[in-house]
């Protein structure tokens, strides 16, 4: 079946240590969102990607980044990981004006834990 | 600016029992509505959305929601509860403005299913 699939669903890094977390589709969805949901939380918007063009959220610390290499992929990297930053990242595509009839299409996500 | 409330973080009910969970919106542009329904250290899964057609919709698992402009709520109800409907459900609102839509977030309401 189509759909987003994280990896890994569990990761674990250390302190400061750079740590990727990988999004792919097969959905052939032109829009790509991560989001950051800590515990008991709601998801909270990190930035999207509408094609190749990269938009970031205002509050999104400069500690976060993300590619997009293709269509189908897309990558959050963290550059020096915090106590702060665990939490479950959640990925989600969209097929452009489509958001008012679908919504948007997630994966099970990645649970990050930071020690 | 858009934004839901979800009145209510914790609400418990008897298996076979009524669920109704709260969500209020605001919006200065009609808005575009979803219900999503998350297990323990999964993604988010679609439940049901409006999108300006019958104001009452019919979701996945036999859930429902009304969306009432003069209250600007969108309370999600089920007839009779299941112990498998034990889950976080998030309340989200949308604007149609463009190539992109963002998905703004509830906080959240766990609904736990006593026996």
């Known amino acids: 079946d189509a759909m987003v699939i994280q990896n890994p669903r569990y990761q674990v890094t250390q302190f400061g240590k750079p740590v990727t977390l990988s999004c792919s589709q097969t959905l052939n969805h032109n829009v790509m969102y991560w989001y950051q949901q800590k515990s008991s939380q709601a998801p909270k918007l990190l930035f999207h990607y509408y094609d190749k063009d990269f938009n970031n959220e205002a509050d999104t610390p400069d500690n976060f980044q993300s590619r997009r290499p293709n269509t189908s992929f897309c990558f959050l990297d963290i550059r020096s990981p915090g106590l702060g930053d665990a939490a479950m990242y959640l990925c989600a595509t969209q097929k452009t004006g489509t958001a008012k009839i679908y919504g948007y299409t997630f994966g099970s996500g990645t649970r990050l834990t930071v020690v | 600016a858009q934004s839901v409330t979800q009145l209510g973080s914790h609400v418990s009910v008897s298996e076979g029992a009524l669920v109704l969970l709260r969500c209020n919106y605001s919006?200065?542009?009609?808005?575009?509505l979803f219900w999503y329904v998350q297990y323990p250290n999964q993604g988010l899964q679609l439940l049901l959305k409006y999108t300006s057609a019958a104001t009452l919709v019919k979701g996945i698992n036999g859930f429902e929601a009304e969306f009432k402009k003069s209250e600007t709520s969108f309370h999600l109800t089920k007839p009779s509860a299941h112990m498998s409907d034990a889950a976080e459900y998030f309340c989200?609102?949308?604007?149609?403005?463009?190539?992109?839509?963002?998905?703004?977030f509830g906080t959240g309401t766990l609904l736990a299913v006593q026996p």
């Open positions: 989200a609102v949308s604007s149609y403005g463009g190539a992109t839509n963002k998905l703004i």
């Open positions: 919006s200065s542009v009609p808005p575009y």
